[in-house]
């Protein structure tokens, strides 16, 4: 059974660094891309970028660019997202979701994280 | 950036109606649609890719069509179950981009 699982819900402050995790079990974790989407409280889904297992290659939506990090770890079939200094308006749900990609073409994602709650307060 | 734009943004209907949401892209994005369903509380699901194309295990009740700037998503007789929220989103260009939803709920 493919499986995501996404790290708990994490409380931080401003400032501070914060590493979510998202774990695929169920299929063979290079062959497909991970994707991680931004859901802020009562608004719509926001693409933030997405990752290439196999060798780490990533693609930023220009919004996230900058101030959040992808990464892998395919020793362990882990996807993470990062920051180094959160914002108040980093607040939201944060979703990952793997994604098929064949022979150059994306067939989108089709299963999903549970998502993981980040709240920043000061 | 391509902007999808969803209609309506919400909509009320009963048990058993056909229902139809739209999504426009623009600029052409050829077939590369995919739609999602998120009940309030839970993970997105995913419905449809390459926007006619069903995800494994949905049932047939829906169905996706279009292609270039516009898109359909219908849902053939609408169950307690269907009640939610309704995402498109293009993956042609990065950055890839949702619409802004459309909800559904009971009349």
């Known amino acids: 059974e493919v499986q995501l699982v996404q790290s708990g819900a994490e409380v931080k402050k401003p400032g501070e660094s914060l590493r979510i995790s998202c774990k695929g079990s169920g299929y063979s974790f290079t062959n497909y891309w991970i994707t991680w989407v931004r859901q802020m409280p009562g608004k719509g889904l926001e693409w933030m970028g997405r990752i290439d297992p196999s060798d780490s290659y990533t693609n930023y939506s220009p919004a996230f660019q900058g101030h959040v990090s992808i990464s892998v770890d395919e020793s362990i079939s882990t996807a993470y997202l990062q920051w180094s200094s959160l914002k108040a308006s980093d607040t939201a749900m944060y979703y990952c979701?793997?994604?098929?990609?064949?022979?150059?073409?994306?067939?989108?994602?089709?299963?999903w994280g549970q998502g993981t709650l980040v709240t920043v307060s000061s | 950036d391509i902007q999808m734009t969803q209609s309506p943004s919400s909509l009320s209907a009963s048990v058993g109606d056909r229902v139809t949401i739209t999504c426009r892209a623009s600029q052409g994005i050829s077939n590369y649609l995919a739609w999602f369903q998120q009940k309030p509380g839970k993970a997105p699901k995913s419905l449809i890719y390459a926007a006619s194309s069903l995800q494994s295990g949905v049932p047939s009740k829906f169905s996706g069509s279009g292609s270039g700037t516009d898109f359909t998503l219908t849902i053939s007789s609408l169950q307690p179950e269907d009640f939610a929220t309704y995402y498109c989103q293009q993956y042609n260009s990065y950055p890839w981009t949702f619409g802004q939803g459309t909800k559904v709920e009971i009349k």
């Open positions: 979701a793997r994604e098929v990609e064949a022979a150059g073409t994306v067939y989108g994602a089709d299963y």
